[in-house]
Every structure is written in structure tokens, then in C-alpha cells.
């Protein structure tokens, strides 16, 4: 079991819908991450926050919208996707972004939301 | 020139082998490398964090480091049919002023199949 929960696991979504994807974690970390991951290809990152701040966009598309309620939650609005932005949707938490001695902190992953656009 | 690559699989090895992933990448300043692993439809999971040269065991999984050849690898001593996975190489890259700034990039991934 992780100790990133994300929600829900499955989520099927037309075009015109908006929806949300939610993530948690009670690991008292302060960065925390959504990555998109494509069939057969390696996750790629998308979003990162430090400290409930946006820190990182990766010029990701509007139709796209994070939100950092607070230091354990993570949210991903959705609204008119395509069907191309079918994928599996990873949270991830580190302790934090910054290195120490040179040393930055693994990401933990959640268990992905599959989404599916219709 | 990508910024972590993997050797190209997939990589098949005997039960009992010794299965070896190499990743190399391309900014000089990263300080920070990770391996995970990838069981098919589920999330990474952390194998092994590696931040100095030379070798870091855990287990029958040993990282290797190479800052000079801006290469990592892994070897999975008796390899088990469980370990039948895709490999993720990852580091976090450095920005032009050379500050980490938590960017964790992945590899394409090696799929890895230990056959009974």
C-alpha cells in the first residue's frame, strides 16, 4: 500500500465534463507532484508545488488546473479534455525540493487515476 | 540528446541471473538518481536512491554511480520471476544556475523478464 491516496482510480469523462482528481498524503511532505503517464511510456511530469506554492508548470494546457488547498491535498481540475489526454495521472510527495548536502528527497508515488476521455 | 536515457530492451534473463540496467544522462550537475519499478498498469515504486560515486547495495539490488561518465546503473543479483517489471531510470536535473530545483525525470524504461 502507498501512503499517496489518490482518488478515484477509475474515471471515464466526456468532453464537455469537468471533473476533479484528488490526492493526499499524511506524510508530512512539502512538495508534491502530478505527473501524466502515457501507454508504454515513462511518467512525465506536469505540475510541481512547494510549500502549497506552484512552482513548476510544464506548459501544460489550460484545460488542465492544479489546486494546493493545503500541505496533504493536491487537486487536478479537469474541463473539456480530449480524447488524447487518456492516460494514467500520478501524484507523487517529497520531503521537500530542496537538496541537501546535494541530496534531494525520493518521490513517492500514489496509485494513479486511470482516466479515460470520451 | 535526451536527458536520461536507458539501454535499450527488452532485457531477458534466467531465473537465478544477474539482470544489469544502465541509464546515462546528460546534465552534469545532477546530484540526485533513482531507480523504480513498474509493474504493468500499476504506479513507480522506489527501488533505490543513489547520490554518491561507487556502489550502494540493498538487498540482491545494487546501484552503481559514475559522475564523471554521467552514469548509473542497477544489477538484481539471482533475479526471481517477480522481478519482471519495467525499470525506470530518474534523475533530478539542476538548472542553468546549477540549484536543484525538484524537476525528477524519468527514462524511457527497460521491460526486464526473468523466465523460469
Known amino acids: 500500500d502507498t501512503e499517496v491516496t489518490q482518488t478515484p482510480k477509475h474515471l471515464v469523462m466526456g468532453m464537455t465534463n469537468k471533473k476533479s482528481l484528488k490526492c493526499e498524503q499524511h506524510?508530512?511532505?512539502?512538495?508534491m507532484y502530478w505527473y501524466k503517464q502515457k501507454a508504454k511510456k515513462p511518467p512525465e511530469l506536469m505540475f510541481v508545488y512547494s510549500y502549497e506554492k506552484l512552482s513548476i508548470n510544464e506548459s501544460v494546457p489550460s484545460r488542465f488546473s492544479p489546486e494546493c488547498p493545503n500541505s496533504s491535498l493536491l487537486n487536478l481540475h479537469l474541463h473539456a479534455l480530449q480524447p488524447e489526454d487518456s492516460a494514467l495521472y500520478l501524484c507523487a510527495s517529497s520531503q521537500d525540493l530542496d537538496s541537501t548536502v546535494g541530496r534531494n528527497s525520493p518521490l513517492h508515488f500514489g496509485n494513479g487515476t486511470r482516466l479515460t476521455v470520451t | 540528446q535526451k536527458e536520461v536515457e536507458q539501454n535499450s530492451g527488452p532485457l531477458s534473463v534466467p531465473e537465478g541471473a544477474i539482470a544489469s540496467l544502465n541509464c546515462t544522462y546528460s546534465d552534469r550537475g545532477s546530484q540526485s538518481f533513482f531507480w523504480y519499478r513498474q509493474y504493468s498498469g500499476k504506479s513507480p515504486e522506489l527501488i533505490m536512491s543513489i547520490y554518491s560515486n561507487g556502489d550502494k547495495e540493498d538487498g540482491r539490488f545494487t546501484a552503481q554511480l559514475n559522475k564523471a561518465s554521467q552514469y548509473v546503473s542497477l544489477l538484481i543479483r539471482d533475479s526471481q520471476p517477480s522481478d519482471s517489471a519495467t525499470y525506470l531510470c530518474a534523475v533530478i536535473l539542476t538548472n542553468a544556475g546549477g540549484t536543484s530545483y525538484g524537476k525528477l525525470t524519468f527514462g524511457q524504461g527497460t521491460i526486464l523478464t526473468v523466465h523460469p
Open positions: 506524510m508530512g511532505h512539502r512538495a
